[in-house]
């Protein structure tokens, strides 16, 4: 990791000496002045740690981070907090070209709109940028890093992954010496907590969705987290750092939980597994050289496998080093307190006047990785069909998986509901290529046996 003095330059002084935590009163030096833009969930928690552990805060970063301004859509808001020390924007944009403000934290949200617009202004105009918006980050991250190297000022996102979990440093620094092989884990926290309550309740999909809604835990349109967009953010942005890779979130593969049944649910655990939505990315030398496969997808993962455990909105990242070994991080992957911690975390690191390559290494140096083409690898997968009840169903099943070469380990038909009624039928298949899996689901597309598309789960080894 290349790291380099910060060359930000607070406007209306002359830059602070680098600080010397054990030479000073922390308090006497010069403060990171910080914008935020976004009082909502995490930028409230954000003052509110910033107030809490001033003085610990103050100690870490060698000098004071003090909120200078402020800006949301309504002034009037009761937030929690006292916003009234600070100077309030109408127009968040307004923030980046304040004269009292080193570094802008934007806490908004979306990929693009007045977020983007914030972001580009604060960096293009020499201020560093702190972001919570993986969204941003999955789809603008390298045009807004190439800005903050180009003015020299920090861009950070450790909230944008996992939340309250330091994985971004942990990747980018901590596992900075070694090839990484594989960066996989449980990236979405709606997605987990259904799926850990159908385990728990044996409920279906539909009424734990609902359940997840009432109790916050999933938003009124929960599309983003529940179709696997939100952890293909996350996994983009992590993919990149592991890698050394140009970020590439078109390229994510993804599949959410919205088709996993209770019936699913209960026979994985039959077969002593659990499901979870699994991101994950490695690298493979393909025929022109290196190729990144990075997909979303739920899983079976085997109940003594590290993930198997973390349950409800927890998330968790696996990182695999060729010299570290296995490494997991764990931990809350959102809510206001673990949000700003990690908010914070950049913020304190900035005030540090540590200032690295955002993805790792500088822009012009990732590597433009083409995706990886997954059908010739070898997995073992559980397949459920649903399909009318009537003769000859089950034959037709194992013919096609016979022509496509797929060998069946298990079979498991469940009872019959009613008389020509709908059945589940379960399989998990020897380990074999993903591509014979693909064709013999494609010679059994248009099939009027099957009353619904298969669920193709792969088995995490
Ligand atoms: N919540 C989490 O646990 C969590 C975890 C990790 C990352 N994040 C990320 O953190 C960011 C913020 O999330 P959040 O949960 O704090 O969101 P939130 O509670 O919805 O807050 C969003 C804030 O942005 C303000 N805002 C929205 N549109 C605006 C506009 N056009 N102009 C000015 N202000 C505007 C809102 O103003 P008003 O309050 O006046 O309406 C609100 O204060 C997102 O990128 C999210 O993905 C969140």
Redesign the pocket.
């Known amino acids: 990791m290349t790291k380099r003095r910060a060359r930000h330059v607070p406007r209306s002084e002359e830059p602070p000496s680098v600080p010397d935590s054990h030479a000073a009163d922390p308090l006497s030096i010069a403060p990171l002045r910080i914008a935020i833009?976004?009082?909502?969930?995490?930028?409230?928690?954000v003052i509110r740690l910033l107030e809490t552990n001033r003085d610990l805060i103050a100690a870490r970063a060698g000098r004071p981070i003090e909120v200078t301004a402020v800006?949301?859509?309504?002034?009037a808001?009761d937030?929690g907090v006292d916003i009234s020390p600070f100077a309030w924007e109408d127009d968040?944009t307004a923030l980046a070209a304040r004269n009292d403000v080193d570094v802008v934290v934007?806490?908004?949200?979306?990929a693009d709109?007045?977020?983007l617009a914030l972001s580009r202004a604060a960096l293009k105009g020499g201020k560093g940028l702190v972001?919570?918006?993986?969204?941003?980050v999955a789809h603008h991250g390298l045009a807004l890093a190439e800005a903050a190297e180009a003015a020299g000022v920090a861009l950070k996102f450790e909230?944008?992954v996992a939340?309250g979990i330091p994985v971004v440093k942990g990747i980018r620094e901590g596992t900075s010496a070694n090839a990484l092989t594989k960066v996989y884990g449980i990236l979405n926290g709606t997605c987990n907590y259904i799926l850990s309550e159908m385990e728990e309740t044996g409920a279906d999909f539909a009424e734990t969705l609902i359940e997840a809604q009432k109790l916050g835990y999933a938003e009124a349109d929960p599309s983003f987290d529940i179709d696997g967009i939100d952890a293909a953010h996350k996994l983009a942005i992590l993919a990149a750092i592991g890698f050394g890779a140009r970020i590439d979130f078109d390229a994510v593969r993804v599949n959410g939980i919205r088709q996993v049944r209770a019936a699913d649910i209960a026979q994985a655990d039959a077969l002593g597994f659990v499901i979870r939505l699994i991101g994950e990315a490695d690298v493979e030398e393909g025929e022109g050289g290196p190729c990144l496969l990075q997909r979303v997808r739920p899983c079976l993962v085997a109940k003594n496998h590290p993930l198997a455990p973390v349950d409800g909105p927890t998330n968790a990242v696996v990182a695999e080093g060729n010299f570290s070994g296995r490494l997991l991080f764990q931990g809350a992957?959102?809510?206001?307190g673990?949000?700003a911690s990690?908010v914070v975390a950049d913020l304190i690191d900035i005030a540090r006047s540590e200032v690295s390559a955002p993805f790792s290494i500088p822009v012009a140096r990732l590597a433009a990785l083409p995706p990886a083409e997954p059908g010739h690898r070898t997995e073992r997968t559980y397949i459920r069909f649903t399909v009318n009840d009537r003769p000859g169903v089950l034959a037709e099943i194992t013919a096609a998986m016979r022509d496509a070469d797929v060998s069946i380990e298990s079979l498991i038909q469940h009872g019959r509901s009613r008389e020509g009624g709908e059945v589940l039928v379960a399989m998990v298949t020897h380990e074999g290529p993903e591509r014979c899996v693909t064709r013999a689901l494609e010679l059994l597309e248009g099939s009027d046996s099957l009353t619904d598309p298969p669920l193709v789960l792969p088995i995490l080894s």
């Open positions: 833009a976004g009082l909502g969930t995490v930028g409230a928690g800006s949301a859509r309504d002034r808001k937030r968040m934007e806490l908004v949200g979306g709109g007045p977020a972001t919570a918006n993986k969204a941003m909230a944008a939340g992957g959102a809510g206001d673990p949000t990690a």
